[in-house]
């Protein structure tokens, strides 16, 4: 089976994008599962239930997110009424309760026994000091096998490479794929490790590439310059997507191979 999976949308120009390549890459490589991580899909802040839902009509299976997951107050109660937006899952539990979850098993649309375990976490590293992530996916990941659930990608949402690619060797064999999401920049080291799980350090922005990291390269510089707080808006011009396709062997969840791609639509 295939996954196509998008990291970071990055408001209107983004969606755009989103929109065309899927358009695009359902033709070529009839993915049976997409993944859009959709933390900056709200004029780059948040999610709403409103894009949420046009996302999914356009036939994406599950939506991660990350630090961002909170930005609109109005998505907070739909982290729990959506079953397949996911916030990180290392927030961990106890009181007061966090909305929404870091897993869902989806089920293909045509071929409903064929299904694929999402889960989403995000790093500590220059991030939230969250519960850790390594030790609460491998937990996750346990569970999910010993009920015979071995298709399962991992969306691992951090700052820092190293501590990317260390989680990818960690999980080595354990999954089918790590996807690396956050930084917004994608990164040219996708492979499958020895044990058959896909990796990626980054995937990429969907969004405008004339931006720093999609948002209007003048206020980003301007706020570097003065150290003053400045209000981010997203960058407005021709949009492009990062992605990539990860072919896993349905039978024993082993990845067969991973294709990055980055396109810049005109
Ligand atoms: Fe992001
Ligand atoms: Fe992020």
Redesign the pocket.
């Known amino acids: 089976m295939k996954i196509l999976m998008f990291?970071?949308v990055?408001a209107k120009p983004g969606r755009d994008a989103l929109k065309l390549a899927i358009e695009k890459l359902r033709r070529i490589h009839l993915p049976e599962f997409i993944i859009v991580?959709g933390?900056?899909l709200a004029h780059g802040k948040g999610i709403t239930p409103k894009l949420a839902e046009e996302l999914f009509s356009w036939g994406i299976d599950v939506i991660t997110t990350?630090?961002?997951a909170w930005d609109q107050n109005e998505s907070h109660a739909y982290f729990d009424q959506c079953e397949r937006l996911l916030r990180p899952l290392n927030y961990g539990s106890g009181e007061p309760r966090i909305p929404g979850k870091g897993v869902v098993i989806v089920a293909n649309r045509d071929r409903p026994s064929l299904k694929l375990a999402v889960v989403l976490v995000m790093g500590r590293v220059f991030m939230d000091p969250l519960d850790c992530p390594f030790r609460a996916a491998d937990a996750e990941v346990a569970r999910l096998r010993s009920q015979g659930v071995h298709n399962i990608l991992v969306d691992f949402h951090g700052e820092a490479s190293s501590e990317k690619q260390a989680f990818a060797h960690f999980m080595n064999g354990k999954i089918s794929a790590v996807v690396g999401?956050?930084s917004?920049v994608q990164t040219a080291d996708e492979r499958v490790l020895s044990e058959g799980t896909a990796a990626i350090t980054d995937v990429g922005?969907t969004g405008c590439f004339d931006s720093v990291?999609?948002a209007k390269k003048e206020l980003i510089i301007r706020r570097f310059l003065t150290k003053m707080p400045t209000k981010i808006e997203p960058a407005e011009g021709p949009g492009g997507y990062g992605c990539v396709v990860i072919t896993v062997d349905e039978k024993t969840g082993r990845a067969q191979n991973i294709e990055r791609i980055r396109e810049v639509v005109i």
């Open positions: 990291g970071d990055f991580n933390e900056n990350g630090n961002h999401t956050h917004h922005m990291i999609g």
